[in-house]
Nanobody, 127 residues
Framework: VQLQASGGGLVQAGGSLRLSCVAS????????MGWFRQAPGKEREFVAA????????DYADSVKGRFTISRDNAKNTMYLQMNTLEPEDTAVYYC?????????????????????WGQGTLVTVSS
């Protein structure tokens, strides 16, 4: 599986962006997926996860109520709608896929759970 993230850019605080992650291969609909981010000088951290059919989601407390994860399996694409952005959201955002179908939030919050990673897209939020 190859993942390609896009949609990052420069936005003012309070603004919105939508990230996309396009996956190659036929097995996309069998993978739980996640978004992580890494700010300069910090470790990569969990943002959100979604089950293989999109029925279940999980969010980091820092983005809950502002970000929405979704997926369109017909298009092999996952999304992250980011609203009310804050300067603290500035980071490189990565999408990731887990090759086993179980949606277990505690496991999907760990970056070591994921088997495939995209290259990242930079989000910069100015104050």
């Amino acid at each position: 599986v190859q993942l390609q993230a896009s949609g990052g850019g420069l936005v003012q605080a309070g603004g919105s962006l939508r990230l996309s992650c396009v996956a190659s291969g036929r097995a996309f609909s069998t993978y739980p997926m996640g978004w992580f981010r890494q700010a300069p000088g910090k470790e990569r951290e969990f943002v959100a996860a979604i089950s293989r059919r999109g029925a279940s989601t999980d969010y980091a407390d820092s983005v809950k109520g502002r970000f929405t994860i979704s997926r369109d399996n017909a298009k092999n694409t996952m999304y992250l709608q980011m609203n009310t952005l804050e300067p603290e959201d500035t980071a490189v955002y990565y999408c990731a896929a887990h090759q086993y179908s179980d949606f277990v939030p505690a496991r999907l919050r760990r970056r070591t759970t994921y088997d495939y990673w995209g290259q990242g897209t930079l989000v910069t939020v100015s104050s």
